[in-house]
């Protein structure tokens, strides 16, 4: 089943992510993804279309349809008028949330590393070379899957369109969640390691950091309900923050060619933004055993050898 939206339509919203994720969802793809991936998805459409004003009873009837699920029409049959402002979003994300928390609790017999700093940290290159050298599985936390998860880290990542905070949290968190389900989990159910470049971090680090209007409380809680679901009971093992001065991260940000001949969303995102989300990092530091700082500015076989060595050294304690 397609969803009935015209694709001039699509097409001359550039600024609209709503109407190419709706056409998304519905299409072959979206309509594969798990039940409660799509629950996350439908609800971010929701909330995007309503904070636009462009919801329709065309449109959710339509997506009501394509979802084929009781529960997707019901998320989308309460949504409050002003849903940035209501506390009702939060019991409904709450509610949806329990449907992952009541489920079976894992039994991982692996480890799982992850990678985080600002951009330019070199945490991609290096989350690389560090699964080939402990013969791990690699993976990144936005898209890591492939497949659906490709292709809804492109819509994100889109920079023609913007998201409002809490429809960007609920799609970041639903992408998530196919990495977790796809290759996360299963590797770690058969005792091997993951090296991920990005986890639930960078969900701490880059979704408080701009609110756009939105009241820090319904932020702040809302990442705490989807933090505690999206991934219950897993934490990294170790998690490196890879730091470094930021006028160097910037430097390497400038120098290294763009694929796509333009900045994606978070890329173009200006230098206060990507110096506050360094500085949040550093804070992370000390919050947990789990976190080892490593000075990011040395070459880049000097970094590698300095994981290596921490990894290795934690992985003969434990």
Same mark, same amino acid.
């Given at each position: ?32 993804l798990d039940v409660l991936t799509r629950q996350y998805l439908v609800f971010a459409f929701a909330l995007e279309a309503a904070a636009r004003g462009s919801l329709s009873a065309f449109t959710l009837n ?61 945490? /991609? ?6 699964? &080939? @050298?402990? %013969? *791990? ?5 936005? #898209? ?41 989990l299963p590797a770690l159910r058969e005792g091997k390691t993951v090296v991920t470049d990005r986890w639930l971090d960078t969900l701490s680090v880059y979704m408080r950091n701009d609110t756009a209007g ?45 694929? /796509? ?6 890329? &173009? @995102?200006? %230098? *206060? ?5 360094? #500085? ?39």
């Amino acid at each position: 089943m397609s969803l009935a939206i015209d694709e001039q339509q699509i097409q001359s919203a550039d600024d609209d992510g709503s109407l190419a994720l709706a056409h998304w969802l519905a299409g072959p793809v979206g309509l594969q993804l798990d039940v409660l991936t799509r629950q996350y998805l439908v609800f971010a459409f929701a909330l995007e279309a309503a904070a636009r004003g462009s919801l329709s009873a065309f449109t959710l009837n339509q997506l009501s349809t394509a979802t084929q699920t009781a529960d997707c029409a019901r998320l989308l049959a309460w949504l409050p008028a002003q849903p940035h402002q209501s506390a009702d979003i939060l019991a409904l994300l709450s509610q949806l949330c329990q449907q992952i928390s009541s489920q079976e609790p894992q039994v991982l017999k692996g480890r799982l590393i992850s990678l985080e700093g600002g951009d330019g940290s070199g945490k /991609t290159t290096l989350s690389r070379q560090l699964a &080939a @050298k402990l %013969d *791990a599985i690699a993976t990144r936390a936005l #898209g890591g899957a492939g497949g659906a998860s490709a292709g809804l880290r492109a819509l994100i990542l889109r920079s023609e369109f913007y998201w409002h905070p809490l429809p960007e949290l609920l799609l970041t968190a639903a992408i998530y969640r196919e990495t977790l389900l796809h290759v996360i989990l299963p590797a770690l159910r058969e005792g091997k390691t993951v090296v991920t470049d990005r986890w639930l971090d960078t969900l701490s680090v880059y979704m408080r950091n701009d609110t756009a209007g939105v009241p820090p409380s319904i932020i702040e809680q809302a990442y705490d309900i989807l933090v505690a679901d999206v991934a219950p009971r897993l934490r990294p093992d170790m998690t490196f923050l890879l730091d470094l001065p930021y006028d160097v991260a910037l430097a390497r940000r400038t120098s290294r060619p763009v694929e /796509t001949g333009k900045l994606d969303r978070n890329e &173009a @995102k200006g %230098d *206060a933004f990507h110096m506050s989300v360094f #500085g949040a990092y550093r804070a992370l530091a000390g919050t947990a055993p789990r976190f080892v700082l490593v000075d990011a500015s040395q070459s880049e076989s000097d970094v590698l050898t300095r994981l290596l060595q921490f990894s290795r050294q934690d992985m003969d304690q434990s």
